[in-house]
């Protein structure tokens, strides 16, 4: 085997595996004939923080009692970790102990019916039902088409896909420099996002021929799904679903007309959803992100042309061709996942001309509402006066947020908006790939100010230096992560500026810092 | 290369298209700061480097310039969000020593900015576990250049980022102690760090700082020294074509012996009645006095004139150093073969590549690597053979390293298992000597397959049909049986050399000392050649030369036969050309090769030898045919910086200057290229640089060479040899080192050689032949001894030895067995034996090794302890008289304990 072949079967085995002791990283060295640096550098970025119990500590679960499920663990001696996101977001405080997941409440851990590999194996959608339902009905026919870029752009006019992306999927549609690639992103580490685990699930083969359908209008020569460690029922589900569809194929005799379709595990850190950072683990590296340009779309995978796509745009591609071809205005229903604090919170499916208040009312939201994270921590934190908006793209833009994970947090008025941004600035400095400056060490900065100002020891200049920490952390971090964990606080800060000015005086509202 | 406008804080300029901003800023003398910056590779961590181009800040050692940019430089923003950046690096960031804060960008960016430094804070927590290099984690800034330095650019792979999020920070292996590290001790990461979080022990700043060519290997690393009060005191990478940055251990923290007690000062003569031979712990002074320049070169001369009355000119002979200079050693055959009048000079190459370069000259038109270094990262398929380039050669293996990281097929041959082998697809541990079969054998299969280039063929080499005759008896099954190695696995190594293309083969000395040596190298011409593997980006032939300059010598006519730019002794037009401009009569003898005149010598048919800087007691084969060569001369000269073994037998030693740091000049790498060195300290005492000893003996014998200085001399070798033509040190100076053949003042040189065809018209194959040791040999000596090179030593030791930090570094004299032959022979790991080769025997130490397969003993010529040489038998490639040190049979023998 050469070397990156062997450097990526060593990856992939330290994550499946999750190897974290010196002695089988040894091992593995030996294994694969590799470096003990390479070995060390992957399982120290993969497994960081690492045990065999964790504690999810994302916004959701926060809000949930997290906390007290901690201070139970602590009591009952038993040996915890802090992580983020283990994907039951509607059912926090989700704890992981092994590879079962519970949920803490009435001061007991009980686990999670929805985590159990027979709950999910039952929820599963065969290839015979997802045909009756009206699966691959129109694959043939758009085998046939000779242009089949139009369902890009069918997913730009229900806003699934951005103008941007599009043209650079045109071109890596053109591209002569192959093998080209399709990954489909199911990373989900959004904290509060659970969508995409739930579409591998249960809508496994409508994902997969959306897949299929989007390869062949990209041109591209494999696809591979991309699935976070943590969801390995949805992997096996795909893995089952890839072999009812091989069959298929086959009986139909386009199976080798049709690129190669893989799913691969890739490493759970909240870092790794980001494209370049996917790729790079796809690859055998450390989930890190890359500099850009090059955009993947020119130079991605193993330097070749590359798009990457999330599982639930991927999804919906099967339902805009059957709009197509069935003369209707395509039209989409966007997931969201609504937690915090709610009274029903979990996955809701809606068009998105519907207004971010009305969904928040279906969702059983409090009277007293004081924010809304829209589009999860790393997107926007919105004011409760400002919530009367439609979720269309034109406005969600004016309200500086992007909706793609569909995460929706509601905080009421209970809350402390410095306690609840601790936690977020906790969130990505923990989850950080500690590449570049400005958010390995914005992040920690963020977090240590935000401590003084919840102890009561800040003062107004710390204000100012955080603000231009923050500033400097959007303007300047490497990636995506870096830049909301600044944009956040500046969110929170310009809109609530009086709550964090009153901590600097001793008082917080919410009763959480000072009584 | 397009070029485009900008707007570079508030004037107009044209950048280059591609380029940075930062480079962009760079060239218009603009100043940015930079910590994370690497040069060669987009790191762009930091972001201390920002700028603001049209309203939005962009790190610019990242961004590339397109037109219309408005870039701003030092505007308020920009350093607004510098002075940020700054303050979050210094609220994490303590040094150890002054020392250390002197080295810090952060803290001289703090001063600029008008922020505080960071505190000195003696007692911090240090890893100081290294020998040669103290780990301060409290200084690090995390700006990941060590990691580039040793993972992507040298790719030693030691240090790698532990942990994600915020406490991220660097380890070395499994998070070991750097000292208990996988650590090469190559200096990357030290050189790289922007802070003196990784920094040399005992660092002290220079007065000034001179770079030059690092005197070592034949990669020509450029190198800066450090120098204060006359001593080097650091070594550190210089940005060359060859190394970009790189050194290895020796370039890093080999050059103690420059200032080294031990070094000779003056010209020494032999008291009278003293038996040649070891000082054996004599003081030098009881053997040797002192003498002044006058009458040690006066002496030397009426010596010189009594032989040539004696015997005639065919009694003297002349070895030259390849670690000297290019104009030295062409001052040197100029001196030999017309102030003296004989042709037997040589230099060291007889001693390792001359197989290469008489095979590669022979078939292709030039003596020498085909394509420089670098190029192998165009390469799809890399075949190394017979080379153990991670350590004798680190910066280039650094290059294939990289090359098979980025997926290019690398398949090693070699009998001992390398460390390279980490980065292969396929390891081919071939039974030692075996070579011309395997790659006969892929020549054969390549054929039959049909995936030669019939077009390459046809159209550029000659003798193809004779040559496909001869390879019938090379058959995929005896192959397989005489090499030991898998038919499959050769079938889908010539697969992937024939097919994988461009593919390259690189070689060291495994190849060529063997007496079939010229055989071997032609088997690897002759694949390439088949493959049309020649003449192009990616592909080629690399022999990887060992010393400085070893090609230089060759270059210049310092063999025999063989005038400066590779012309014949024995043209009549060449001959007059030159007898013109050297003013004097050519020997009308060719003359013999060092091998030879040794043996010539010991017969007494050579009365006087004149050795610069050679330690041929050692580095020649039977070392006591040597010693008894030596002794039975009527005169010997050896010029050398050190009181060298060889030194002990000689009546004049004189002391020579340093050519890499103490004389100016040029070398030639193993690439081609001539670069300069340059005076980087004054040579101690009265050690003299070699042209002028060699110029001064000429005048002294009558016969004026003319030259002042240096630039002189290589001012008459652009003169005489076409191939430099167009290169001076001016030049040179100004451009940087340039690949010959550069016939003129216009030619950029040459990187690829055969790009438009050969100069010999065709290029030949050449019919080999193969034939397995005897039978009885075998069974007499069941082992093969290879003796071969250790990273952190060079040759016989001289310089390497003088570093204390080479010195805890050396692996040891010891011989290296594998566990089951050990077993066999009952012996135990650590245990002293005695070998046993047909001239000669040697009480060892073993050491049990896996490394080393069943049948094959490894060990080094490094140690004085351990002359290996000496078990070696003057066996002799028929046709360059190279030595087989690869291929000595020995067997063991257990000592009784009593
Ligand atoms: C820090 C970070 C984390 C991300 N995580 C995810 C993720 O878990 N899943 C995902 O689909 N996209 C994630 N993304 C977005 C991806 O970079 C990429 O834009 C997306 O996969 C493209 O799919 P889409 O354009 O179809 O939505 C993340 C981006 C950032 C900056
Ligand atoms: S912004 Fe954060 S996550 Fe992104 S590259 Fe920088 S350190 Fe890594
Ligand atoms: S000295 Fe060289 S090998 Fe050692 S850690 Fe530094 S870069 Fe790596
Ligand atoms: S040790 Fe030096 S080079 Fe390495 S990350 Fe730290 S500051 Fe950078
Ligand atoms: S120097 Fe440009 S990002 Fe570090």
Redesign the interface.
């Known amino acids: 085997?050469?070397?990156?072949a062997r450097l990526r079967e060593a990856s992939k085995e330290i994550i499946e595996r999750r190897i974290v002791s010196?002695d089988e990283?040894?091992k593995i060295a030996d294994k694969y004939?590799?470096?003990?640096?390479?070995?060390?550098?992957l399982s120290?970025?993969y497994f960081?923080?690492y045990s065999e119990v964790q504690v999810c500590m994302g916004l959701p679960c926060l809000l949930k009692g997290a906390r007290e499920a901690v201070k139970e663990l602590e009591r009952r001696g038993i040996k915890y970790s802090i992580t983020y996101c283990l994907g039951y977001c509607n059912r926090g405080p989700v704890v992981r102990m092994g590879d079962k997941y519970y949920t803490f409440i009435n001061d007991e851990f009980r686990e999670i019916e929805e985590s159990r590999n027979d709950y999910v194996q039952s929820q599963y959608e065969p290839l015979d039902r997802y045909i009756t339902r009206g699966g691959y009905k129109y694959f043939e026919k758009f085998l046939s088409e000779n242009n089949k870029l139009f369902i890009l752009e069918l997913l730009v006019k229900v806003g699934l896909l951005g103008g941007g992306a599009l043209s650079r999927f045109k071109t890596l549609a053109s591209s002569a420099n192959r093998p080209k690639y399709l990954i489909v992103n199911g990373h989900e580490g959004e904290p509060g996002g659970f969508k995409d685990r739930l579409i591998m699930e249960r809508n496994t083969h409508q994902m997969l021929e959306g897949a299929l359908l989007l390869s062949l209008a990209l041109n591209v020569d494999e696809v591979i799904i991309a699935v976070n460690e943590r969801f390995r029922n949805a992997k096996a589900m795909i893995e089952k679903a890839l072999s009812e569809l091989g069959q298929y194929l086959t009986s139909k005799g386009l199976l080798n007309k049709l690129p190669s379709i893989t799913v691969s595990l890739v490493g759970s850190?909240y870092?790794v959803g980001e494209e370049t950072a996917l790729i790079n683990s796809l690859e055998g590296n450390?989930g890190e992100p890359r500099?850009r340009?090059p955009d993947p779309t020119e130079a991605g995978l193993?330097g070749k042309p590359t798009a990457v796509i999330n599982v639930e745009v991927v999804a919906a591609v099967p339902i805009l061709l059957g709009n197509y071809y069935e003369g209707k205005e395509a039209v989409i229903e966007k997931y969201f996942c609504i937690t915090g604090d709610v009274d029903r919170p979990g996955l809701y499916r809606e068009k998105l001309t519907v207004g971010l208040d009305e969904l928040l009312a279906k969702a059983g939201v409090k009277e007293d509402i004081k924010a809304v994270f829209v589009g999860g921590i790393s997107s926007g934190l919105v004011h409760s006066s400002k919530i009367r908006v439609r979720l269309i793209p034109e406005e969600t833009r004016k309200l500086g947020v992007f909706l793609g994970p569909g995460v929706i947090i509601a905080l009421s008025n209970n809350r402390c908006i410095v306690d609840v941004m601790l936690e977020v600035e906790r969130f990505f400095?923990?989850?950080?790939?500690?590449?570049?400056?400005?958010c390995?060490?914005?992040?920690?900065?963020l977090?240590d100010v935000l401590e003084r100002i919840s102890a009561g020891k800040a003062s107004e200049e710390d204000l100012k230096w955080a603000e231009?920490?923050a500033r400097?952390m959007m303007?300047?971090?490497?990636c995506g992560l870096g830049m909301s964990a600044g944009k956040v606080f500046l969110d929170a800060l310009t809109q609530f500026r009086d709550e964090f000015e009153e901590h600097i005086k001793g008082v917080c509202r919410a009763g959480i810092h000072f009584r | 290369m397009g070029m485009v406008k900008v707007v570079l804080n508030g004037k107009e300029v044209e950048a280059v298209e591609g380029e940075t901003i930062l480079n962009l800023a760079r060239r218009y003398g603009i100043e940015i700061p930079t910590l994370c910056y690497y040069e060669g590779f987009a790191n762009g961590s930091c972001r201390i480097c920002v700028v603001e181009v049209n309203g939005r800040l962009m790190p610019s050692c990242i961004t590339k310039v397109s037109e219309g940019m408005k870039i701003e430089t030092e505007s308020a923003r920009a350093i607004e969000t510098r002075k940020t950046l700054l303050r979050l690096l210094l609220k994490n960031h303590t040094h150890r020593s002054k020392e250390e804060q002197m080295r810090c960008r952060v803290c001289e960016y703090a001063v600029k900015y008008g922020l505080e430094p960071a505190p000195v804070m003696p007692d911090v927590k240090v890893d100081d576990t290294h020998p040669a290099i103290v780990f301060n984690p409290s200084a690090c800034v995390m700006c990941r250049k060590c990691v580039i330095a040793c993972g992507i650019d040298q790719n030693n792979d030691v240090i790698a980022v532990i942990g994600r999020g915020s406490g991220t920070r660097v380890g070395f292996d499994l998070d070991t102690s750097m000292g208990m590290s996988s650590c090469v001790s190559c200096g990357a990461c030290v050189d790289a760090c922007p802070t003196g979080a990784l920094m040399e022990k005992g660092w002290v700043p220079a007065d000034k700082v001179v770079e030059t060519t690092c005197p070592y290997c034949g990669t020509g690393c450029q190198v800066e020294y450090g120098v204060k009060d006359g001593r080097v005191v650091w070594a550190r990478g210089a940005y060359g074509p060859a190394n970009e940055g790189k050194l290895c251990v020796k370039g890093k923290f080999g050059y103690h012996y420059v200032n080294s007690p031990e070094r000779i000062t003056k010209p020494l003569i032999r008291r009278p009645g003293i038996p040649k031979g070891p000082l054996n712990g004599r003081p030098i002074h009881e053997v040797f006095r002192e003498a002044t320049w006058d009458e040690a070169l006066d002496l030397i001369a009426s010596k010189i004139r009594e032989i040539l009355n004696k015997y005639g000119p065919a009694a003297i002979g002349g070895i030259m150093s390849d670690r000297s200079t290019n104009e030295s050693i062409y001052a040197f055959q100029r001196f030999m073969r017309c102030a003296i009048g004989t042709d037997s000079i040589d230099q060291s190459a007889t001693l390792c590549h001359e197989p290469s370069a008489w095979s590669l000259a022979t078939q292709l038109g030039f003596g020498a690597a085909t394509n420089p270094i670098r190029d192998v990262l165009n390469s799809r398929t890399i075949i190394v053979v017979g080379s153990n380039m991670n350590e004798t050669h680190p910066v280039i293996a650094a290059y294939v390293k990289r090359a098979a990281k980025q997926g290019a097929h690398l398949i090693i041959v070699n009998p001992i298992h390398t460390e390279l082998a980490r980065y292969a697809e396929y390891e081919l541990l071939i039974r030692p000597g075996t070579d011309v079969v395997l790659f006969s054998a892929m020549a054969r299969y390549i054929i039959d397959m049909g995936w030669y280039d019939k077009d390459f063929i046809s159209k550029y080499t000659e003798g193809f049909e004779d040559w496909i005759r001869s390879l019938g008896a090379f058959t995929l099954e005896f192959a397989e049986n005489v090499t030991r190695i898998p038919k499959d696995i050769i079938k889908e190594v010539a697969r992937l050399y024939a097919l994988e293309k461009p593919s390259m083969i690189m070689w060291t000395l495994g190849i060529t000392e063997h007496e079939n040596g010229t055989e071997n190298v032609s088997a690897l011409i002759n694949l390439a050649l088949l493959t049309g593997n020649v003449g192009k980006p990616g592909a080629g032939l690399m022999p990887l030369r060992g010393q400085n300059n070893v090609q230089g010598g060759a270059d210049v006519g310092c063999a025999p036969g063989r005038l400066p730019g590779y012309q014949s002794l024995t043209d009549p037009e060449v001959r007059r050309r030159f007898e013109e401009v050297w003013r004097c009569r050519l020997p009308s003898f060719v003359g013999f090769r060092s091998t030879e005149m040794i043996d010539m010598a010991r017969r007494g048919l050579i009365k006087m030898l004149y050795i610069v800087g050679e330690n041929s007691v050692r580095s020649h084969p039977d070392s006591k045919a040597v010693a008894e060569a030596l002794s039975k001369l009527e005169f010997l000269v050896v010029q050398d910086i050190f009181m060298t073994e060889t030194a002990e037998y000689a009546d004049v030693v004189l002391p020579a200057a340093s050519a890499a740091l103490e004389d100016y000049g040029t070398f030639t790498n193993t690439e081609r290229r001539l670069q300069l060195t340059r005076k980087v300290v004054d040579p101690p005492g009265e050690a003299k640089p070699d042209w002028w000893i060699f110029t001064e003996l000429a005048r002294r014998l009558g016969y004026d060479m003319g030259f002042r200085n240096s630039s002189d001399i290589m001012r008459e070798i652009s003169r005489v040899a076409t191939i430099f033509g167009g290169l001076s040190h001016e030049r040179i100076e100004r451009e940087g080192g340039i690949q010959w053949p550069a016939p003129n003042e216009k030619s950029p040189g040459t990187p690829i050689l055969y790009a438009n065809g050969f100069p010999r018209g065709r290029a030949k194959f050449r019919v080999i032949s193969w034939r397995g040791v005897d039978v009885v040999t075998e069974s007499l000596y069941p082992y093969v001894l290879i003796i071969g090179r250790e990273r952190a030593q060079y040759h016989t030791a001289t310089m390497t030895s003088k570093s204390p930090i080479l010195k805890v570094m050396w692996r040891g004299p010891i011989v290296e067995i594998n566990p089951e032959d050990a077993a066999r022979e009952g012996l135990e790991d650590g245990e002293t034996v005695k070998l046993v080769s047909p001239i000669n025997e040697l009480i060892v130490r073993i050491r049990v090794s896996s490394r080393v397969p069943r049948g094959v003993l490894f060990t080094t010529f490094h140690y004085p302890e351990l002359w290996a040489n000496a078990l070696v038998p003057a066996v002799l490639n028929p046709i360059t008289k190279t030595p087989a040190y690869k291929d000595t049979r020995v067997r063991i023998e257990k000592l009784v304990r009593t």
């Open positions: 085997m050469d070397y990156r010196d990283l040894k004939g590799l470096p003990l640096s390479t070995v060390k550098t120290t970025f960081h923080d850190p870092i450390r500099l340009p193993f400095s923990h989850e950080s790939c500690g590449r570049c400056e400005p390995r060490l914005g992040t920690k900065e977090v231009s920490v400097t303007e300047t971090s490497l």
